[in-house]
């Protein structure tokens, strides 16, 4: 089966429930025709329900930046699967080295978010990546694999289809330094065959890695060329709908 590239935007803390709105709409105008990829935005907490009515019978699917992996209960502050699901997402970011690196997620907390996302059928993008110094130090793909294998921990073979894994070395996150395409490539394919360990070849074939990490109109094109490239997780600009667009439209 041939994978579906996956286009994808966090929009991080970023545009009230107004700006969402109005960036979605041009987003839902101008991507109308896209067929053959998936289209993903990712807006804060507080615009979900908004962005997910107006994207309503569009092709363009929702998701959340966070879960908290419990139903309901007293955790102030947090938000559940079945809050996220309830306010029309589909999909769900875990892991990302933000939440890694400010609020302390642990490979086994992002992993009990995982299986509480998919417990609820949302389809989780599980983030993972190198810092610097650790591919400064050649252990890139040591700590990559170790990410993947911990954060995917008892998650069955059936629940992957509904899995993304997206690569996002921290050192090209928001700073302008995107991986090379063989850079990204050659870390994909570690994944993959991390994926192909785990699960066998043929549901690790058919998992979605996204790239993520300075994604820009300039560089998607030559970055989606790549063949372990199943599509991108976008940061800052996927907060503009002209960038946005030229992203989703990539040529390759
Ligand atoms: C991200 O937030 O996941 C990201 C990749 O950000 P940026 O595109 O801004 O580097």
Redesign the pocket.
Known sequence: MARKKIMAG?W?MHKTVGESVTLVEQLREALAEVTGREILVCPPFTALYAVAQALQGSNIQVGAQNLYPAEQGAYTGETSPKMILDVGCSHVILG?S?RRQYFQESDQFVNEKLKAALGYGLKPVL?VGETLEQRGEGRQKTVVSFQVERGLQSIPAEAMKDVAV?Y?PIW????GHTATPQQADEMHATIRNNLSGLYGDAVAQDVCILY????KPGNVDELMAQPEMDGA??????LDAESFVRIVKFQS
């Open positions: 966090n991080k990302h933000e983030c997206a996002e090209a996150i928001g700073t993520g990490g300075s994604v997780l976008v940061g800052g600009a996927s």
